[in-house]
């Protein structure tokens, strides 16, 4: 199986074109066995790149414990800048159909290739049923999140995926390793949920990290980013455009007053290789 390794801002996944390759029935293994850092290539989960009736190319998308998401931000952009770079479409603004729907995306190029894409996100899921979490409140905003030894002021927010935002004075690894896995499988989030934790710089610039639904602590990840961004303008703790710091690189996010959100940042290729087992 001919693979391509991409990564946005340091979010890695391996990257299969199913224009070409047929993969096995079982998906999930097959993104488990790769996604393995010792024994595989090596991500945090496996991005199909596939045909679509109604866009450029449809993406589909597996964590690294073999569970499908409905969406990935970094992913898109890195989809986008694959169709575009391999010759699947040759326009810079491309549509990718994803399980949270089609987005548009416009490509920024750094001589022939993709360097850039800023993704028209969507509106943001506000209703609790549609997250889905059981905590009161349309969305809820610093709500109440028991955890046993600690409360959470959490706000949720859905970008076609379950993010639960929580504000911190200090970001550290007690709260992503300590309290992420905790909040990931709380019985508050019927379908799991992305755990992210935000320190706020200023009203322009918030630092985030991430505890993430089925791979655990990644780099960066979009769909989280832009719902902290919803998060922080839901709370009153920032603007409609702000910056994030994520431990992979920056991504600038604005939620614009059509109610959509835009994500842009990196898109980068690594390499290509072939899979050969197990
Ligand atoms: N890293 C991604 C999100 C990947 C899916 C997520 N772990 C989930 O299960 O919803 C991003 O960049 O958005």
Known sequence: ???????????DYVYVNCFEETLPEDIASLAVAVSDRHKGIGSDGLILICPSEKAD?????????????????????CVAKYVYDHGIAKQQTLKIETGAGVLHLDLELAGSRVSQVRVNM???????????????GDPPVDAELELGDQSLKVTCVSMGNPHCITFVDELNDHWVHGVGP???????????????????????????????????ETQACGTGACASAVAG??????????????????????????????????????????????
């Open 1 to 11: 199986m001919k693979f391509t390794k991409m990564h946005g801002a340091g979010n």
């Open 122 to 136: 969507g509106k943001p899921i506000l209703n609790s049923a549609e997250i889905p979490t059981l905590l009161p």
């Open 57 to 77: 190319a449809r993406m589909r998308m597996f964590n690294a414990d073999g569970s499908e998401s409905e969406m990935c931000g970094n992913g898109v952009r």
């Open 182 to 216: 905790k909040v990931e499988v709380h019985p508050m989030f019927p379908n799991r949920v992305n755990a992210e934790f935000i320190e706020v710089v200023s009203p322009a610039e918030l630092k985030m990290r991430v505890w993430e639904r089925g791979s655990g």
């Open 233 to 278: 303008v839901l709370t009153g703790r920032s603007e409609r455009n702000v910056l994030i710091h994520l431990p992979g690189g920056d991504l600038r996010l604005e939620w614009a007053d059509s109610d959509e959100v835009f994500m842009t940042g990196p898109a980068v290729e690594v390499y290509q290789g072939v899979w050969t087992g197990p």
